[in-house]
């Protein structure tokens, strides 16, 4: 089993940046697929980015395509979101995953989940 943390959310203004970060505290990480999901107010949690177990391939919903960057450390457990240009639209609750198997890309069960960080972007 994984244990995800999430940090480095918070409010911003618009066009700014923030890098989140997930780190696991357990189980086996390097393997795994990473995703950062969002849940805005009223709506469906979306999948934001994705990277494979080695960090060598990496997928991006168009709403941020060219704006987010997702990496990730194995040596250190952890699994980054840098966000840029942000806007109003990307206020949300992030939310990192792993998933269920390995070396599968894409994903083929997010599994584990942590519990999320709220990004507020103000206008």
């Known amino acids: 089993q994984v244990q995800l943390v999430e940090s480095g959310g918070g409010l911003v203004q618009a066009g700014g940046s923030l890098k989140l970060s997930c780190a696991a505290s357990?189980?086996?990480?390097?393997?795994?697929?990473m995703g950062w999901f969002r849940q805005a107010p009223g709506k469906e949690r979306e999948l934001v980015a994705a990277?494979?177990?080695?960090?060598?391939?990496?997928d991006y919903s168009d709403s941020v395509t060219g704006r987010f960057t997702i990496s990730r450390d194995n040596a250190k457990m952890t699994v980054y979101l840098q966000m840029n240009i942000l806007k109003p639209a990307d206020t949300a609750v992030y939310y990192c995953?792993?998933?269920?198997?390995?070396?599968?890309?894409?994903?083929?069960?997010?599994?584990?989940w942590g519990q999320g960080t709220q990004v507020t972007v103000s206008s």
């Open positions: 995953a792993a998933d269920s198997g390995f070396f599968s890309f894409p994903p083929k069960n997010y599994a584990y």
């Open positions: 990277i494979n177990w080695s960090g060598g391939s990496t």
């Open positions: 357990r189980g086996t990480f390097s393997g795994r697929a």
